[in-house]
């Protein structure tokens, strides 16, 4: 009697790139891959296939809600023969590529297929922060089926905070109040395209320190932004008036044009102006 070992396919599932820098990994948990909204992500699928001859192979990733492939290809294709019919990205977040019967027998035999895939973290309420999002991946074959390892990315967002404040917050016609506009990045991810837009008070007038809107571009984690000028009560304002100003503040979670799946954050504080006399 003789014994043989037949061996098996193997799977190995990754993730090979992000295509923003600045989001890195860990920030809630492990050693998971983190993104934002609107960044893209590239997964690399090898399969070890032995010497042998395989029926009705198909490869197959499935994304989770919330995130959309853009594309799909073999990357290494290393095997003796296959009859590849199609790549198709179904509108369920499965990509699927038909391979047919593979033979990898005899004289010729390779070492295996290699697949990539591109896909986008999408603005869709089902990515908050700290929410992980995992890909898997399965390969069917001469009616068998083997799962590789799963990956997952973990969402993060930016989170900016803004005060506006008078001081003092009381006054007469002709007074000058001192105004102080400040943002702040609380969060540990990086907001883009961050556009201060600061509403003036009515019956009021600001000094040339003020501008209307400004394109601040790129605040980091921690990083604080503080703006001065001076608030000039017009002179028909009257006594017991409350006049109220607006500060805003707009930002993004990817850097750059809106694009698919980019998502945009808005944050904003008023203050008040008593007018004591007239």
């Known amino acids: 009697n003789a014994n043989f070992l037949v061996q098996d396919i193997a799977i190995n599932h990754t993730i090979t790139s992000t295509n ?21 992500v590239v997964y690399r699928t090898d399969i070890s296939i032995p010497e042998s001859t395989f029926t009705g192979m198909t490869i197959t990733q499935t994304l989770p809600a919330g995130m959309k492939f853009l594309s799909g290809s073999i990357l290494v294709d290393g095997v003796k023969s296959h009859t590849l019919s199609n790549v198709v990205i179904g509108p369920d977040n499965v990509i699927t590529f038909s391979l047919g019967d593979v033979d990898n027998a005899g004289i010729g035999a390779g070492s295996g297929i290699t697949i990539e895939t591109q896909a986008v973290l999408l603005d ?14 399965i390969v069917n074959y001469s009616e068998k089926s083997k799962a590789g390892n799963p990956q997952i990315i973990e969402v993060v967002e930016p989170t900016l905070s803004i005060t506006k404040v008078y001081s003092p917050n009381s006054g007469d016609a002709g007074d000058t109040i001192p105004t102080t506009v400040t943002i702040q990045n609380i969060s540990n991810v990086t907001a883009y395209d961050v556009i201060l837009s600061d509403v003036t008070a009515g019956k009021t007038t600001p000094d040339a320190g003020f501008s209307g809107s400004i394109a601040i571009g790129t605040l980091n984690p921690g990083e604080i932004r503080t703006y001065n000028y001076n608030t000039i009560l017009n002179t028909n304002v009257s006594p017991g008036e409350i006049l109220t100003g607006t500060a805003t503040v707009q930002y ?6 809106p694009g698919d799946g980019e998502r945009t954050y808005s944050v904003s504080d008023t203050d008040a102006i008593n007018i004591i006399n007239s």
Request: zero cysteines; proline letters at 2%.
């Open 20 to 40: 923003l820098a600045d989001t890195t990994s860990s920030l809630f948990s492990g050693s998971l891959t983190d993104m934002a909204i609107g960044e893209q």
């Open 124 to 137: 869709q309420g089902t990515n908050t922060a700290g929410v992980g999002k995992t890909s898997n991946i």
């Open 252 to 257: 993004t979670s990817f850097p750059g044009t």
